[in-house]
Every structure is written in structure tokens, then in C-alpha cells.
């Protein structure tokens, strides 16, 4: 048994959401916020026998696509902000950060 944390960009999250029902993964859906764009995300927490996985990988990486996208940069919290110029960058976002996790017991009432 194997627990997979799977971190998806919020555009990238209801497809992924219908593509898991629809294949019968059952998943609990947190939201959460990234940390170098705080941006929003959804990270899933998806139970599923060791069998498995390799089918739920591809079903993430079918779902959840990286794009391109410009963004302002934040401005810096210490030191001299009166050199500091906020030219929009095009960054790399969407896709997924997976984690595959043993999982000794699994329990469901």
C-alpha cells in the first residue's frame, strides 16, 4: 500500500479531480498555497495498492500539464527596495510535485 501526495496547480486540479473518479481513485483534496509564487494549489492524498501507482502516475501526468506564465516578482523584504524594479518573469508553473510514501496499516470505517 502506498500513500501518494500529489501537489497540482489550482487550474490543473478539477480535471485531475474527475480524471481520479472516474478511474475509481478515492482522494482527499486540501487546499494549499506554494511558496515561490504563493500561488494556490490543491494537494491530493490518494491511498492505492502498489499495483497501482504506475497507472495513478500516468493518470496525474495526463491531467497536469507545466506552462508557461509571466508573473510580477515579489519585492525583496530586507535591504534597499529603491533599486528594485518588478519586471514581470516568465516562470515555469502547473504540473505536479509527487510523493510516494510506504504505508504500514490502511483503515477505512
Known amino acids: ?43 491530493f492524498l490518494i491511498g492505492v495498492d ?15 500539464r507545466s506552462r508557461e506564465q509571466m508573473v510580477a516578482p515579489v519585492s525583496p523584504m530586507g535591504g534597499n527596495a529603491d533599486s528594485y524594479i518588478p519586471y514581470p518573469v516568465e516562470v515555469e508553473v502547473g504540473g505536479a510535485t509527487i510523493f510516494v510514501l510506504p504505508i504500514e496499516q490502511f483503515h477505512h470505517f
Open 1 to 43: 500500500m502506498k500513500l501518494v501526495v500529489a501537489v497540482v496547480q489550482d487550474q490543473d486540479s478539477n480535471r485531475l479531480s474527475n480524471a481520479l473518479t472516474k478511474n475509481d481513485f478515492r482522494a482527499t483534496k486540501l487546499a494549499s498555497t506554494g511558496g515561490f509564487l504563493r500561488s494556490g494549489n490543491t494537494t
Open 50 to 64: 502498489d499495483s497501482l501507482v504506475p497507472k495513478l502516475m500516468d493518470l496525474i501526468r495526463e491531467n497536469c
